[in-house]
């Protein structure tokens, strides 16, 4: 001990066989350092004198002894805890009081410890896992169904409808023909390829057709206006020995009057309303 530490530097007071604590190189008796120096306990609001062990955090200050989880009050000496509303609470009770629950095993998500977050619920990073093949899915592109989420490839295995055409998977965007899905862009005419999504179409042996190739292919015609007869959208036709008209073209072949639902002649080929072929 050098000779300028012989006497408090604030009481003057001798320290020869006395404890005392330095300050910037200067010496002090006890209590003159607890009464200039010491911090405030949080807890108990006493001074932590030179001799107690001073905690401290972001701050404030604690007796070893006052060092407590603010709800339980065991210690939190050498122990993980976590702060809220300046409060310190061991990882228990934190957990009960502010902590996540796991979506799927309903147990906390403790401090520290992993969260996956996912449409406003959280997840133990171990329970965030495909349904099916039960891989951590992590920050990976999926799909929930049911409220269970599932990597892409395993939804697309177990859910997922194939186009009837390309036998390739639907992710949006398809539509439904006989029963079956179809990407719309694969929803052709067989008979000139052409796009029929959003489009009339006419149905033969379970194939689609645009109007103009099926009147081509298989409609009969006119006896009139010789284009083909479809009832696309549900058109009225007359039918008579192995003729056919469209409903607008039954008229007599004179003075044009419909024929549609009254009696009518016949002449070579023409047909006559009753009043022309009886004038004949």
């Given amino acids: 001990m050098t000779s300028n530490h012989t006497d408090c530097h604030y009481c003057l007071q001798s320290l020869c066989g006395r404890k005392y604590a330095l300050r910037e190189e200067n010496a002090y008796c006890v209590t003159c350092y607890d009464s200039l120096f010491a911090n405030s306990c949080e807890e108990c609001k006493q001074p932590i004198e030179c001799d107690s062990k001073d905690l401290a955090y972001k701050g404030r200050h604690w007796h070893e002894a006052c060092f407590k989880c603010a ?4 210690s939190l000496v050498e122990k993980p805890f976590a702060a809220k509303n300046e409060l310190l609470l061991c990882t228990e009770c934190y957990s009960d009081e ?15 410890s ?7 619920s959280s997840w133990h990073e171990s329970c965030f896992v495909c349904q099916y093949c ?3 899915l992590g920050t990976k592109p999926l799909i929930t169904k049911d409220n269970k989420n599932y990597c892409v490839p395993c939804f697309e295995k177990q859910f997922a409808h194939h186009c009837y055409s390309c036998k390739k998977v639907i992710t949006s965007g398809g539509m439904t023909y006989h029963h079956q899905p179809w990407h719309k862009e694969c929803f052709l005419c067989a008979g000139c390829k052409t796009q029929l999504s959003g489009q009339r179409f006419i149905s033969k042996d379970e194939y689609p057709y645009c109007e103009d190739c099926f009147g081509k292919l298989y409609a009969k015609k006119c006896a009139a206006c ?5 009832a696309l ?16 073209c039954f008229n007599c072949a004179k003075c044009s009057v419909s024929l549609v639902g009254l009696g009518f002649l016949t002449q070579q080929d023409d047909i006559l309303c009753h009043k022309c072929g009886s004038a004949t």
Avoid: D, V
């Fill in 226 to 230: 010789k284009k083909p007869i479809t």
């Fill in 233 to 248: 959208g549900g058109a009225k036709f007359i039918s008579f020995e192995e003729r056919q008209w469209h409903g607008e």
């Fill in 134 to 136: 039960r891989q951590l």
């Fill in 71 to 74: 709800k339980c009050n065991c």
């Fill in 98 to 112: 502010y902590s996540s629950k796991c979506f799927h095993c309903q147990k906390t998500i403790m401090p520290g």
């Fill in 114 to 120: 992993r969260k996956m977050e996912f449409k406003g």
